[in-house]
């Protein structure tokens, strides 16, 4: 048993044996410390309290200390004594021979919660080739893996990913397999039967479900390991012995190729053995020693500077041949074939399959028996789903995981996998696609390893069933439609998280083993379109464009969604195929590129802000990830019609908002300004009349709606107050038939004014000179046309605002009294951090660009902030009375999503319910899409919280929507919840939410009345309760 206290700084670990030493023996532990980030053994530090009759165990690096006469050992490491300490590990010794290793390495004791930073530091420094003096090879790279197998679990993910790119590197040879010192066959069977076995178990218990499927992954790159070791060993002296061949000095007939491999197999045997038999199996068919070579390169890839490197030790020269042609050899080669697939193979169904029997239910064994036998009949796919969901009970969630049906489930799902990419659907039916598409979904949840498509497909599957709906029918066809948006968003969301958490460790080892950058560019990419989820891709392509069309949505297809910069320029629009520009770099002038075709393979340049092309995109190909990675906007408009349309730009500088499931590309009001802006220095081409209301100074650090006015807060603080005092307003809430029901609130509020932040800078004279001197470094690098550098000083004086300013003290009773009001959940601390950073967001990029392509000087940029309570939304909504899309102002367009509005104003993926309506009797409305968005936000722990709102002098002028500009921040972060739109009204309720939408229309409509003008308007409804939360003019 192994404990580890923590008292007063002191660090003590308890070792405890019981029954491991029989009467008269001895037992003694051989250990060492290692220290964080390598994987040394080191002798304990100066200043360790160890055990009596500890000593130094001969080599430098290890210690041994025995076990006293109560069977414990105890160590300690008092404060400041190996505080580098990454754990304690050892062995046990007992009567000076017998080493009881443990299965899953060295026994090892913590001293550091481990990190994956730490594992993978471990993991690639040992693949440093400039530091290893006989070199690597694979044995040493599993007992590593084993070694470091626990530490990765719990690291979660970025640890399984630190793992899987080891060995995904490793199986790819870009690791090197042969050199260092031999090992025995039997310690390389056992090694990786273990590996395999323990990651197996961690496939399947992994705390969280990309955890698990990272160490899958790892686990399809191993062999199964186990059977007799020295078998391999035996059996080729035997196979030798029995057939006359020459083994050393004892006479026989001479077969190089034998005496060659021979030796590779006493000293460094791999699954490369596997394929060399296979080969060596077609040259006794054929003869021809060439045959050989052919058959190991075209099955396997393997060359013959490859054998050439597998190298037994420093005397021999790997293997290079020839063989003596000895069509005798056949069947005692077969036999040994079979002991080798015993201990290094597993890869495919049939050799899994010979493993597993006897490791699953009868029925089940029986089945994929039959499977394996009718394997290219067409309904063999689906049949692997239907049973992968079987067998799952086996080793997911039944008593014990055996590795064997692991490998099984994996080759399964390969096959599958491998048969729907190679599916033609031409001859299918649009039901028929949707079915695949089912089962392609099925297949990747067997582990239910993936929440949010989980959820995604629970909506799916309700979709596609039998939900009372006429099928193909306009309602039907948007309900499908959002269901396929949300499988899509989930795929996009699960395999861009597991392309990025793959491919930081797959840089980090690339870099100290001197892997070929080619290996490592797309390395990430390469293991999501080796996944199953990309059978997922391929039968959404084949579906969405004729659910959308049926759906009425518009032609836009949206595969990554850019930056919000794009909104004020997103460049020049520039006609060319993205193949004939690889290479390029636009950093100095952004463009806008118009691709009629993509292959799906090319590289973004820099400088290019957004893709735009007439083919369809696949969600999972390397342009999409890479734009998702990336920040570019990747799109396709397939319609003749608006593709022509977008034509006839060429040359123009756009920008690009985002407006629904629509993408509205105009030309920029800021042109040429905005574009240097990115670049350099401006060109001096305003908007010409833009104006900002100067700050009047006020003497309230925090002021009430009846003081809100022009020059002490900003538009959003006047809005609201206008709202709360509004007659028509009220009048609307008792006297509408759609608000019988309910009542409509304007929540109550208070802001600190415009002067607040000069204030408090003032009362803290060492921030104001950090501010100051910060600020002169963002005008210097601004100056100097350094994107990168103007970037990082503005990140400084944020932070400076941020995290250094300090609070006023006569502040404090003000909010105080603000959080009383709120809900009582918040500390003024809390409160003003948040404060802080709205202020600090007047230096974000996007801001800063805006105002100096406008020509705003710093100084008029004031902000004040408005303080609210969070209110509990079940619902978000933002509504225009004039339809953004086209301006039309007889028709009201709104928005609404599940939970906060973040979702919404935050511009998250997917879809909302996006919906128009007449301003006529009724307010007939028409759906344009339905919510898909994955993730909805509450307040935490269904608590009142605060929100800290910007409200600038510099948003909602007129010609100029600076909206989104600056931050509003949550003074406890909201929490993020998956929507199950399974079971969502707002889906499947079409009545009621029609209902809503006339409800919203008419507010809308009655907000507009009121403020005497086109209005943007946010809100939110609690049950029955309509808030309106903020309404502002519209920029048309």
């Known amino acids: ?216 992954a790892a686990l399809a790159t191993l062999p199964r390991g186990g059977g007799n070791g020295d078998d391999i060993r035996l059996g080729i002296l035997q196979l030798m012995r029995e057939n006359g061949i020459k083994e050393g000095h004892r006479p026989g007939i001479e077969d190089p190729f034998i005496a060659q491999w021979h030796q590779k197999l006493h000293s460094n045997t791999t699954v490369d053995d596997i394929y060399i038999c296979e080969a060596y199996l077609h040259f006794l068919h054929t003869g021809n020693w060439d045959d050989f070579w052919t058959h190991l390169y075209d099955n396997r890839g393997l060359t013959r500077e490859d054998l050439a490197s597998m190298k037994a030790g420093w005397r021999t020269e790997g293997i290079l041949g020839p063989g003596n042609h000895l069509p005798q050899l056949i069947n005692p080669m077969k036999h040994f074939y079979w002991i080798l697939r015993i201990t290094h193979g597993g890869g495919n169904m049939d050799s899994a399959m010979d493993h597993a029997r006897g490791h699953m239910p009868d029925d089940i064994q029986t089945e994929i028996a039959d499977m394996l036998k009718n394997r290219e009949e067409y309904w063999v796919p689906n049949k692997i789903v239907e049973l992968r969901e079987r067998l799952s009970g086996t080793w997911r969630y039944g008593a014990e995981t055996n590795r064997d049906v692991v490998l099984l489930d994996i080759a399964m799902e390969k096959f599958f996998r491998n048969k729907i990419e190679g599916l033609a659907c031409a001859g299918m039916t649009p039901d028929e696609r949707l079915g695949q598409l089912e089962f392609a979904i099925r297949n990747t949840l067997v582990g239910q390893d993936f929440d949010r498509m989980i959820a995604a497909f629970a909506f799916f599957q309700r979709a596609n069933g039998d939900n009372g709906m006429q099928r193909w029918g306009p309602e039907w066809s948007k309900v499908m439609d959002a269901a396929l948006d949300s499988v899509a968003l ?180 800021l042109g040429i300004a905005a574009a240097a802006s990115v670049a350099g220095p401006p060109t001096g081409q305003y908007i010409e009349g833009l104006t900002l209301t100067p700050k009047i100074d006020c003497e309230d650090w925090v002021v009430g709606p009846e003081k809100y006015a022009e020059g002490v807060v900003g538009g959003k603080s006047s809005s609201l107050a206008n709202l709360g005092f509004s007659t028509t307003l009220s009048t609307f809430g008792l006297m509408s038939e759609t608000m019988k029901v309910g009542e409509l609130r304007v929540p109550s509020s208070s802001a600190l004014p415009f002067n607040a932040f000069e204030r408090a800078l003032l009362l803290d004279e060492p921030t104001l000179d950090k501010v100051a001197m910060a600020a002169a470094a963002v005008s210097a690098a601004d100056d100097s046309g350094d994107a990168n550098l103007r970037r990082e000083a503005l990140s400084v004086l944020r932070d400076v605002v941020s995290f250094q300013l300090k609070m006023p003290a006569d502040l404090v009773a003000p909010l105080t009294l603000a959080a009383t009001t709120y809900g009582n959940n918040c500390t003024p601390g809390d409160i003003y951090q948040a404060i802080k950073k709205v202020w600090a967001s007047k230096w974000n990029e996007r801001a800063y660009l805006s105002r100096k392509a406008c020509g705003v000087d710093e100084e008029e940029l004031h902000m004040a902030t408005l303080l609210m309570e969070v209110v509990p939304a079940e619902m978000a909504f933002v509504l225009h009375t004039a339809n953004p899309l086209n301006g039309d102002q007889t028709e009201v367009f709104g928005e609404v999503c599940i939970g906060l509005g973040e979702a919404l104003v935050g511009n998250e993926p997917g879809s909302a319910l996006s919906f128009t309506a007449k301003k006529a009797t009724g307010f007939p409305s028409t759906v344009r899409s339905l919510p898909s968005k994955p993730v909805s936000h509450h307040p935490p722990d269904g608590l009142p919280t605060m929100i800290v709102r910007s409200d600038s002098n510099g948003e909602d002028l007129e010609g100029f929507a600076g909206a989104g500009l600056y931050d509003s921040v949550t003074v406890a972060p909201t929490v993020p919840k998956i929507v199950n739109y399974a079971d969502e009204w707002l889906i499947w309720d079409a009545p009621r939410r029609t209902a809503l939408m006339a409800k919203l229309a008419e507010l809308a409509v009655a907000i507009e009345v009121e403020m005497k003008a086109p209005q943007d308007i946010e809100g939110c409804i609690v049950g029955d309760d309509i808030y309106v939360l903020q309404s502002r003019n519209q920029v048309l």
């Open 1 to 216: 048993m192994l404990g580890i206290e923590y008292a007063d700084g002191t660090r003590t670990v308890t070792l405890t044996q019981n029954e491991l030493l029989p009467k008269g023996g001895n037992l003694e532990w051989h250990w060492a410390v290692i220290m964080e980030g390598t994987s040394e053994w080191c002798l304990p530090p100066d200043g360790a309290i160890l055990p009596g009759g500890t000593k130094d165990a001969g080599d430098g690096k290890a210690s041994r200390t025995p076990f006293g006469g109560d069977g414990k050992l105890v160590l300690s490491f008092p404060p400041g004594v190996g505080e580098d300490i990454e754990r304690v590990v050892g062995i046990i010794v007992r009567n000076n021979a017998d080493w009881l290793h443990a299965d899953v390495g060295d026994l090892a004791v913590p001293l550091k919660t481990p990190s994956s930073s730490g594992v993978l530091k471990a993991l690639s420094i040992a693949e440093n080739m400039s530091k290893q003096e006989n070199g690597i090879n694979l044995f040493e790279r599993f007992c590593r893996i084993n070694d470091k197998l626990s530490e990765s679990q719990q690291a979660g993910p970025a640890g399984a990913a630190a793992i899987f790119a080891t060995l995904r590197l490793s199986a790819m040879r870009q690791l090197p397999w042969y050199a260092g010192g031999n090992y025995q066959g039997k310690d390389m069977a056992h090694m990786q039967e273990v590996v395999c076995r323990r990651m197996a178990l961690a496939s399947a218990t992994g705390e969280d479900g990309m955890s698990r499927q990272l160490y899958r």
């Open 490 to 669: 989930a795929m996009e969301y699960h395999m861009d998280q597991m392309c990025e958490l793959v491919q930081y460790p797959a840089d980090v080892i690339g870099q100290q083993a001197l892997v070929d950058d080619q290996y490592i560019l797309n390395f990430g990419e390469e293991v999501v379109r080796g996944h199953s989820m990309f059978a997922v891709s391929k039968m959404l392509g084949e579906t969405r464009s004729t659910v959308r069309q049926a759906a009425g949505r518009s032609p836009w297809d949206v595969a990554a969604l850019g930056k919000p910069e794009l909104s004020l320029h997103a460049g020049k629009m520039t006609v060319v195929s993205l193949g004939d520009i690889q290479g390029m770099d636009y950093s100095d002038d952004p463009v806008v590129v118009l691709s009629a075709r993509l292959g799906g393979l090319e590289d973004i340049p820099p400088g290019v802000t957004a893709v735009l092309t007439a083919s369809p995109v696949d969600l999972l190909s390397h342009i999409a990830i890479r734009a998702r990675q990336t920040g570019v906007l990747l799109a396709a408009m397939p319609d003749p019609g608006g593709w022509a349309e977008l034509m006839t730009m060429s040359g123009q500088g756009v920008k690009i908002d985002v407006v629904g499931e629509e993408l509205v590309v105009s030309e920029s009001e």
